[in-house]
């Protein structure tokens, strides 16, 4: 069965920005030694790309990007052919979450050259690291002091970028500081038959958190779908 994916109504200030994750039943979208992050089911796969032809732009912090062989691009011909059917460029902007500028320059993303990439960093990257970043991808913007300033970071996407749909597919730290600015709409999460365990595996937000209940981010179900032994959740920010 095959779920509608419908753009929403969009801010006109920054992009709509959702989030996609697989998780294990026990909450993690790794192991605790990050060597297994690719757990979840073949529609789960395809899911992920149908949800990237509804975007303009890919995002992903420093670790997913570099720990594992990710292009944060469009996939195979048909799904290009979706987003031109949607009216938006056959490949995808990839945008890279990395403070420190620690991004592996080694890592597949660069290897790939099919569309723009952008870094966004901090004044925490060194001269030496923002020059090597600068030799990387095609823009490298400096968006705070120690940590990025999303709700900047995202309005300068839209004017310099014409991003209006943003995905983040993570990891855990992305995403922590994506719902602490309170910039997220929508969250897509497939909850996958497996236990992980592990005190220090990462789950779907992770960074600083919050300490108070009245702080936490939420959210309302829009819909549930059981596919096999997993479950798809579409959640939407209620704000
Ligand atoms: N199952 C799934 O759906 C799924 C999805 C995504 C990822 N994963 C897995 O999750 C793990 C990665 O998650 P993670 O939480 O460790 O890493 P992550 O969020 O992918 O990347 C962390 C890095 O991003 C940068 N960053 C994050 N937030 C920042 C902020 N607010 N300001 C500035 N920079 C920021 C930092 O880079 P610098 O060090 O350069 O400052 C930080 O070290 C991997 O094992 C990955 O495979 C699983």
């Given at each position: 069965m095959?779920?509608?994916i419908?753009?929403?109504k969009?801010?006109?200030?920054r992009?709509?920005?959702?989030?996609?994750l697989?998780?294990?039943?026990?909450?993690?979208i790794a192991?605790?030694n990050?060597?297994?992050?690719?757990f979840?089911?073949?529609r789960?796969r395809e899911h992920?790309?149908?949800?990237?032809?509804?975007?303009?732009?890919?995002?992903?912090?420093?670790?997913?990007?570099d720990?594992?062989?990710?292009t944060?691009?469009?996939?195979?011909?048909?799904?290009?052919?979706q987003?031109l059917?949607r009216g938006?460029?056959?490949?995808?902007l990839?945008?890279i979450v990395?403070g420190a500028g620690?991004i592996?320059?080694r890592?597949?993303?660069?290897?790939k050259?099919?569309?723009?990439i952008?870094i966004l960093?901090?004044?925490?990257?060194s001269?030496?690291?923002?020059?090597?970043?600068?030799?990387?991808?095609?823009?490298?913007?400096?968006?705070?002091a120690?940590?990025i300033?999303?709700?900047?970071a995202?309005r300068w996407?839209?004017?310099k970028w014409?991003v209006?749909r943003l995905?983040?597919e993570?990891?855990?730290?992305?995403n922590?500081?994506?719902f602490r600015a309170g910039?997220v709409?929508?969250l897509?999460l497939t909850v996958?038959?497996?236990i992980?365990?592990?005190r220090?595996?990462p789950?779907?937000a992770?960074?600083?958190g919050?300490?108070r209940?009245?702080?936490?981010?939420?959210?309302?179900l829009?819909s549930?779908?059981r596919?096999?032994?997993?479950?798809f959740?579409?959640?939407?920010?209620?704000?």
């Amino acid at each position: 069965m095959k779920r509608p994916i419908c753009p929403k109504k969009e801010d006109s200030e920054r992009p709509f920005l959702y989030l996609n994750l697989a998780m294990t039943a026990d909450g993690k979208i790794a192991t605790a030694n990050r060597a297994v992050s690719s757990f979840s089911s073949r529609r789960d796969r395809e899911h992920l790309l149908e949800l990237r032809t509804t975007a303009d732009a890919v995002m992903s912090g420093a670790r997913t990007v570099d720990l594992n062989l990710v292009t944060l691009g469009p996939g195979p011909a048909r799904f290009r052919r979706q987003r031109l059917r949607r009216g938006l460029a056959e490949y995808n902007l990839r945008i890279i979450v990395s403070g420190a500028g620690s991004i592996d320059p080694r890592a597949e993303v660069f290897k790939k050259r099919f569309s723009p990439i952008i870094i966004l960093t901090t004044r925490r990257a060194s001269a030496g690291r923002r020059e090597r970043l600068r030799r990387l991808a095609d823009e490298v913007k400096i968006c705070g002091a120690r940590e990025i300033d999303f709700r900047r970071a995202l309005r300068w996407l839209r004017q310099k970028w014409g991003v209006k749909r943003l995905l983040c597919e993570g990891g855990g730290e992305v995403n922590d500081a994506l719902f602490r600015a309170g910039v997220v709409d929508e969250l897509h999460l497939t909850v996958c038959p497996r236990i992980f365990g592990g005190r220090t595996a990462p789950t779907i937000a992770d960074g600083v958190g919050w300490r108070r209940l009245a702080q936490a981010a939420k959210l309302r179900l829009k819909s549930a779908r059981r596919e096999g032994d997993e479950m798809f959740f579409v959640y939407q920010a209620d704000k």
